[in-house]
């Protein structure tokens, strides 16, 4: 996923929700299966 973010043209993004599993508000703790990484053109 680097290797296509490096590439002219693209980004690195992270989306992360904010609202937890119950529908409250996402707190300080961030886990990593809670962030989707993707190279995407800008």
Known sequence: M???A???GY???A???MT???GNP???TVRP?????SAEPI
């Open 11 to 13: 980004g690195l993004v």
């Open 6 to 8: 490096h590439r002219p």
């Open 20 to 22: 937890d599993a119950k």
């Open 33 to 37: 299966a809670d962030i989707v990484w």
């Open 26 to 28: 996402r707190c300080a």
């Open 2 to 4: 680097l290797d296509g």
């Open 15 to 17: 989306r992360l929700g």
